[in-house]
């Protein structure tokens, strides 16, 4: 991918789905290990995101390329997180994540959402500069977070202007 492709965000179509998953796969095992929550999401995403009420957002690049994905996910309780953050490693460093990122702020802001919330690994400190820039700020991190390599848990509040 050269600097003058474009890329767009768009939402999630079945034929997506490899593509979400082979980005998701690939940053997880970069730096961890697959979790049976990572497994279910990135195996069935239609199932186990999108029809509990998630939504998943793809980037693109003008030649149709999926270069990045994002995930709102609606957890149990009915709160939103924001998951599946990946960016191909040939075009990181282009503000694609933070394309992805607020795509999904954005959907949450229309669904009357009043906050967003996230886990990550302070390994991943690019990613945690971009969360910390978006207005996120470090919350107790919960006791059974469903991901053994989450180590930091940040929100953002939607309520504030």
């Known amino acids: 991918m050269n600097d003058r492709e474009r890329v767009r965000v768009v939402d999630y179509e079945?034929?997506?789905r490899?593509?979400?998953r082979a980005l998701n796969v690939?940053?997880?095992t970069e730096y961890f290990e697959m979790?049976?929550?990572?497994r279910w999401q990135l195996d069935h995403p239609d199932t186990h995101i999108i029809a509990l009420g998630g939504h998943i957002f793809i980037a693109e690049s003008s030649?149709?390329?999926v270069v990045g994905t994002s995930a709102l996910l609606r957890g149990e309780d009915g709160?939103?997180?924001l998951a599946k953050m990946a960016v191909a490693p040939h075009a990181r460093g282009r503000g694609i994540g933070r394309l992805l990122a607020v795509a999904?702020?954005?959907k949450a802001r229309s669904?009357?959402?009043r906050q967003v919330a996230l886990l990550s690994n302070t390994v991943l400190e690019p990613a945690i500069r971009l969360y910390r820039s978006l207005g996120f700020i470090e919350a107790p991190l919960p006791s059974d977070t469903g991901h053994a390599r989450a180590n930091i848990h940040m929100v953002l509040d939607l309520t504030a202007n």
């Open 14 to 16: 079945p034929r997506h």
């Open 18 to 20: 490899d593509q979400f």
């Open 26 to 28: 690939a940053w997880i």
């Open 35 to 38: 979790e049976e929550p990572d």
């Open 63 to 65: 030649t149709g390329e």
């Open 79 to 81: 709160g939103y997180w």
């Open 104 to 106: 999904a702020i954005e």
């Open 111 to 113: 669904l009357g959402v």
